[in-house]
């Protein structure tokens, strides 16, 4: 029962163009979206977040967006650069649940020079 | 001056083995956590502990047993490995009390231990 799905496996985008990373959600008691970024070798690192709330979060270059009656968030990153080349995670949370993540599986940014 | 550290990076042992992993964390956290990736890279959640007290125990085999001496130490301790317990370990930590609706919180992850059950 996977309750948050990251349908594309992969993503290949030319350096300064626009990465869209999507993230479905099944739990409409979701109330809180992270995005995390991993390196190989390297544990999930913290990126962005958006609260039920909010539609819309933006920090510097990366932007998320929620849509509740949808049940989606996506991720913008413009410009993308090399150094983005990573593994997205989406994870959403309850805020009554003590901090646990529910994840999807990943998706593998490639950006390309 | 590492948030989460775990130890070690890399574990590689036989099957039946009793083995630990460490993890620390340096932020002053209350909750602290224990994930695990499988094979297909699903990061799934395995235990929780709020101020050295167990919350969430997502129905791990019983092999497994969480230790918290302190708010800044969640060790794992996995008795009689088995070949399917090979996967990346990861602890985290986040700050829960507060008491604040949604409040920005995010968890901060350790870098991993690999573990290899041969």
């Known amino acids: 029962d996977q309750q948050v799905k990251q349908n594309s496996p992969s993503l290949s985008v030319q350096e300064g163009r626009i990465s869209i990373l999507n993230c479905d959600y099944t739990?409409?008691?979701?109330?809180?979206f992270l995005w995390y970024k991993k390196y190989p070798a390297e544990g999930p690192t913290f990126l962005i977040s958006?609260?039920?709330?909010?539609d819309k979060n933006e920090d510097g270059r990366f932007t998320v967006f929620l849509n509740k009656s949808a049940k989606h968030l996506s991720l913008h990153i413009v410009p993308s650069q090399p150094g983005d080349s990573a593994v997205y995670f989406c994870?959403?949370?309850?805020?009554?649940?003590?901090?646990?993540?529910?994840f999807g599986q990943g998706t593998i940014l490639t950006v390309h020079p | 001056d590492t948030a989460v550290s775990q130890t070690p990076k890399y574990l590689v042992t036989q099957m039946g083995n009793d083995k630990s992993i460490k993890c620390e964390q340096n932020?002053?956290?209350?909750?602290m956590y224990w994930y695990k990736q499988d094979s297909k890279k699903f990061l799934k959640i395995m235990f929780s502990?709020?101020?050295?007290?167990?919350?969430i125990n997502e129905t791990v085999p019983n092999r497994f047993s969480p230790k918290s001496p302190d708010k800044a130490h969640l060790n794992l301790h996995i008795n009689s490995l088995e070949l399917g317990d090979s996967a990346v370990y990861f602890c985290?930590?986040?700050?829960?009390?507060?008491?604040?609706?949604?409040?920005?919180?995010?968890?901060?992850f350790g870098q991993g231990t690999r573990l290899t059950v041969v």
């Open positions: 985290a930590s986040s700050q829960e009390a507060g008491g604040a609706f949604l409040k920005n919180t995010e968890a901060f």
């Open positions: 739990n409409s008691m979701f109330d809180y």
């Open positions: 958006i609260s039920s709330i909010k």
């Open positions: 994870a959403a949370r309850l805020s009554t649940s003590y901090g646990k993540l529910t």
């Open positions: 932020l002053g956290h209350d909750t």
């Open positions: 502990y709020n101020n050295k007290e167990l919350i």
